[in-house]
């Protein structure tokens, strides 16, 4: 069965980092676009970044680019979310996705297999 973990959330001040894993098994990751999306109480689930399976290629959305960085350990079969520069608008449960088909900047409902997910609280 494809099984996404993820780990490394947590509670941290602003401006702080951490650095986000999502494990893969039963799979290998390189078949899959990978994204990370994130969803807050009460709001959309809000795609973050993704990082292709082909050429490496990657996606962030506005609000985060510059200040996180998606990458993959093939030998791992992991993908990290190194987050820097945390604000308290980065709170949320985070989420790693992966489908075969989907595109980078693709959409929540486009990615098949789902992480539980891991909280990630920036506050004072």
């Known amino acids: 069965q494809v099984q996404l973990v993820e780990s490394g959330g947590g509670l941290v001040q602003p401006g702080g980092s951490l650095r986000l894993s999502c494990a893969a098994s039963?799979?290998?990751?390189?078949?899959?676009?990978i994204a990370w999306f994130r969803q807050a109480p009460g709001k959309e689930r809000e795609r973050v970044s993704g990082?292709?399976?082909?050429?490496?290629?990657?996606y962030y959305a506005h609000s985060v680019k510059d200040r996180f960085t998606i990458s993959r350990d093939t030998a791992k079969n992991t993908v990290y979310l190194q987050m820097n520069k945390l604000k308290p608008e980065d709170t949320a449960v985070y989420y790693c996705?992966?489908?075969?088909?989907?595109?980078?900047?693709?959409?929540?409902?486009?990615?098949?297999?789902w992480g539980q997910g891991t909280q990630v609280t920036v506050s004072s």
């Open positions: 039963g799979f290998t990751l390189d078949n899959y676009v």
């Open positions: 996705a992966a489908d075969p088909w989907a595109t980078i900047w693709g959409l929540a409902r486009d990615f098949s297999s």
């Open positions: 990082i292709s399976n082909r050429d490496g290629t990657t």
